[in-house]
């Protein structure tokens, strides 16, 4: 689900647009001095600061997994008026879809030069999911046996514990996008 748009952002974007600076002279317009733009790939090279920085992706990482637990166990209950509850496959279901939308959004904060191409391999992304939960609830033999769609998703309560997740997980990223 995740890699179509991963792929194309390899393929697609630029550090420098090629539209605008294609030429010596619009080279002097940029906004950033060139030695100054690549002084945070540079810096990135470095070992200490790189393993500095998976130490603290990766405590990013472990906060969020705890965070998107914390909150689908404390908001169980009866899941609509017929008496469905929450159970493992409806936690996996919701925090799948959880981490490819933060995902998605974090890799969207990292592009530098969107362009046309871009946004469509975007939007074609994140519209696998549905998709994919489609399918893979079609399984006669899986535990999701056609309730994603008909339990999971038109439910306002397990569509609001989403919103409420990705935007607590894509915050920290923001603040450190715009601090960096």
Request: hydrophobic share 50%; charged share 15%.
């Amino acid at each position: 689900m995740t890699t179509i748009f991963n792929f194309m952002v390899s393929v697609y974007d630029q550090d420098v647009s090629f539209e605008k600076y294609s030429e010596p002279e619009q080279e002097k317009k940029m906004p950033v001095p060139m030695p100054e733009l690549y002084a945070f790939c540079r810096l990135q090279c470095d070992r200490k600061r790189f393993l500095l920085r998976m130490v603290i992706y990766d405590i990013y990482a472990l906060i969020c997994g705890f965070g998107i637990f914390l909150i689908f166990y404390f908001s169980q209950g009866a899941m609509n008026a017929k008496g469905w509850m929450y159970d493992v496959a409806t936690y996996g279901v919701v925090s799948t879809v959880i981490v490819v939308y933060v995902h998605h959004i974090q890799v969207a904060i990292n592009v530098r030069n969107w362009t046309g191409w871009l946004l469509f391999w975007f939007l074609l992304s994140i519209l696998m999911m549905p998709l994919t939960c489609f399918l893979a609830q079609m399984g006669p033999f899986t535990p999701l046996h056609k309730s994603i769609y008909r339990h999971l998703l038109p439910s306002i309560q397990i569509d609001a514990m989403m919103l409420l997740i990705v935007g607590m997980l894509v915050l920290p990223l923001l603040f450190h996008k715009y601090v960096r």
